[in-house]
């Protein structure tokens, strides 16, 4: 029977990186069998794939707590929408976003809640991919409606990679797919009519190489799953 001290120890170095045959050879040097340590490494799978699914299980209700209430909140705005005066309508969707950002930065870093930490970022993310549609329809911004997907993309892109967060860059790799597909298939035709759409073509071309390359910087963040 394999003790928990070594379950522990297994983990803590694969979780740092440190590979399995070095792993092994420590084990053998502390006096530890080969069966003892094969089985020390399927529990400390075991234990791992049941942490993940918990963490898996609170980050989609906290993602989904989060899109509650940001529609909640632009339900409420939107009632209310043409009494209120441009400078207060931009002055509440900087103070929403913002508010988001920081009290989920601040749960997360200082108080380390995670999974409500990245909900209330994802709550902030949102607010500012609403805003950048708001803004826009307010002062009547000549644009393709994809290039205020791809805008919204290159924020939550920013905002992940500074963060470190997974969930927004997931976000953003969706928010980036709706603007490839609602991007008009036959725009290379319609060049003569709208030379402006020339610039939704650049733009997203722009975003796939962004979010390539954004996603390689990810990728090389996490620990190697190989090790599992």
């Avoid at 380390?112 to 002062?139: D, N, P, V, W």
């Avoid at 969930?167 to 003569?192: E, K, Q, R, S, T």
Wanted: aromatic share 16%.
């Amino acid at each position: 029977m394999v003790e928990q001290k070594t379950i522990d120890y297994i983990r803590e170095n694969l979780a740092t990186g440190k590979s399995k045959e070095d792993i092994y050879k420590d084990l053998l040097a502390q006096g530890q069998t080969i069966d003892a340590i094969n089985e020390g490494f399927s529990l400390s799978v075991q234990e791992y794939r049941k942490e993940d699914s918990k963490k898996r299980i609170t980050t989609i209700m906290a993602v989904i707590g989060a899109i509650l209430v940001g529609a909640g909140i632009f339900s409420f705005v939107a009632a209310n929408w043409q009494e209120i005066g441009k400078f207060y309508k931009i002055l509440i969707i900087l103070c929403s976003m913002l508010s988001s950002y920081y009290g989920g930065w601040i749960l997360k870093e200082k108080y380390h809640r995670i999974k409500t930490g990245e909900a209330l970022i994802l709550l902030g993310s949102i607010i500012y991919g609403a805003g950048i549609f708001l803004i826009g329809q307010m002062f009547n911004v000549r644009a393709n409606w994809p290039d205020a997907f791809i805008l919204w993309m290159f924020g939550l892109l920013a905002l992940g990679l500074a963060l470190d967060s997974f969930v927004v860059f997931y976000f953003a790799v969706l928010v980036g797919f709706v603007a490839i597909v609602g991007h008009p298939f036959d725009i290379f035709n319609n060049f003569a009519e709208d030379r402006f759409l020339f610039t939704s073509s650049v733009v997203l071309l722009t975003a796939t190489i962004i979010t390539f390359i954004f996603g390689i910087i990810f990728y090389k963040k996490t620990v190697p799953r190989d090790i599992y």
